[in-house]
């Protein structure tokens, strides 16, 4: 007996840890038995769009498919969408394997509220109810996740995995081979000639008697209906930071919850791994569609076998900038953000200092820009942008920020109302300023009000005394100003200044 059972002898627990000793082996051994509780199909029917498959639809998908296991579910039933047809993936050396000659529906494991891409030839972790009995209704959750050298948000062929052509320790003279074949390239070297060739390593297994052919996935995604409604096109990989919350489309479209970020001009570092700019409150909702419109945050592109783009995913090729935000380049973008500079995050710094006597705080500012070629803002009622003022105080973690100020004597707008009408409305203490910042003219108007007559205005001559002079004012004040003569030769507008 060794020291431990000896301990427990001496402690009095021993009969009760053997019971639990014996339990747990018995367990044991019944576990080894399990099926396993992730199982791996491929997709080879996506339907986007509910609908009941009727017996024209599904003779279709028959034809093209082959025999769906349980069809019952899909009978006389409109299934949701983001539902999959696909087909288990097993190995010759597992046990009851034959089932994966068959084609099963499988539902969505999230709610609709989180729609998950998938498409046919990609590889998804399926997973049932009751893990004894994987006969009936199964839920496939994500696509499964590979190297690097596979991951793309646009589609990924998953037998490329294992493929060491793209491995940076290859064997000189190979090259990536951007398949879409049935296994992994192999590269074997003939002894007799010492010519180098290939040969394809099965992954995609019907059963121990019949392997598929190496052109079951170009099939899938040749046939599938789901295939003519996605984009196949190279999408920059976006770097997420440890704490960000990435919510990445197939088609260059992104959502980043995270943290103040720099666009960095370094080529061989990442804004990922750059420190120096992280800031403490400054979160940061970046929205973006179109990156990598630059060689460096695009990354190289190449022709694959099915003769459309995509990423050149070999690692001595990759970008050190790949997907990185570029805030000049991008195609679109709205960023909001607790804490930022976003006169010098967008390069319009300089001009905004020299033309509109604007500029960053030091510390930041929060802010909302939006980036993009054409900006389009459609109202049914009326729009209106509407400058407070502000305070600067102290907030609960010590940070210098702006308070809105209430005193409207303070605020400027322009509103476009409904009626037609444009209102620019300055400050008691405001001007509206025509041509630059530096504007200091005058305009010369009439005195008295005019009358607004279908669209235009009418109103009486300026007229001129016997000195020659029209116009002037005096006195002013936020609400008006005195003629420095008669009204009827004018007088100086008292809220806008021309350059």
């Known amino acids: 007996m060794n020291w431990k059972l000896a301990e427990e002898v001496a402690q009095g627990v021993y009969k009760e840890n053997g019971m639990l000793r014996s339990a747990l082996n018995s367990i044991s051994s019944n576990v080894i038995n399990l099926n396993p509780v992730f199982l791996r199909y491929v997709v080879e029917e996506v339907i986007f769009s509910p609908k009941i498959l009727n017996d024209d639809e599904l003779s279709n998908i028959n034809q093209r498919i082959g025999y769906i296991d349980n069809i019952l579910y899909a009978k006389g039933k409109i299934l949701p969408r983001n539902t999959i047809i696909a087909k288990e993936i097993r190995d010759v050396n597992r046990d009851n394997d034959t089932r994966a000659a068959k084609s099963r529906i499988l539902l969505p494991f999230f709610s609709s509220h989180l729609a998950m891409p998938c498409k046919p030839g990609e590889h998804v972790w399926v997973i049932y109810e009751d893990v004894m009995n994987q006969h009936g209704l199964g839920y496939w959750v994500s696509r499964v996740v590979g190297f690097d050298h596979i991951d793309d948000v ?23 081979r951007y398949h879409f074949k049935n296994g992994n390239f192999i590269e074997v070297i003939d002894r007799e000639t010492q010519n180098p060739g290939t040969r394809l390593d099965f992954f995609f297994v019907k059963s121990k008697e019949k392997q598929n052919p190496d052109n079951v996935y170009e099939d899938i995604l040749f046939t599938s209906t789901a295939t003519k409604a996605t984009v196949k096109e190279p999408v920059p990989r976006f770097k997420k930071r440890p704490g960000d919350l990435a919510l990445e489309g197939s088609n260059n479209s992104l959502i980043v919850l995270g943290n103040e970020r720099s666009f960095v001009t370094d080529a061989t570092v990442s804004s990922a791994e750059v420190l120096d700019d992280i800031k403490d409150s400054a979160g940061t909702i970046d929205m973006v569609v179109g990156r990598g419109s630059t060689q460096q945050t695009m990354g190289k592109i190449v022709n694959n076998d099915l003769k459309f783009d995509e990423l050149d995913k070999f690692a001595l090729n990759v970008q050190a900038k790949e997907g990185d935000p570029d805030f000049n380049s991008d195609r679109s973008r709205i960023l909001l953000s607790q804490r930022t500079l976003p006169d010098t995050k967008f390069s319009i710094a300089t001009y905004n200092q020299e033309k509109n006597k604007v500029s960053d705080s030091a510390d930041g500012d929060a802010a909302i ?26 907030n609960p973690v010590g940070k210098n920020v702006k308070e809105s100020l209430t005193d409207t004597m303070n605020w400027a707008s322009i509103t476009i109302k409904s009626d037609g009408n444009i209102v620019f409305t300055p400050s008691d203490m405001g001007y509206i300023k025509l041509g630059g910042d530096d504007a200091d003219k005058g305009i010369l108007c009439t005195a008295t009000p005019v009358s607004t007559v279908n669209g235009g205005v009418e109103g009486q001559p300026i007229g001129n005394d016997a000195g020659g002079r029209s116009g002037g004012s005096l006195a002013a004040s936020p609400t008006g100003n005195t003629p420095a003569i008669h009204p009827a030769n004018g007088t100086f507008a008292n809220k806008v200044l021309v350059k």
């Open 154 to 176: 646009n589609h990924s062929h998953f037998p490329r995995n294992d493929d060491v052509s793209f491995s940076s320790q290859r064997e000189s003279g190979s090259v990536p």
């Open 369 to 394: 820009v939006i980036r993009t070629d054409k900006v389009r803002i459609i109202a049914r009622s009326d729009v209106q942008l509407l400058v407070q003022g502000f305070q600067s105080t102290t």
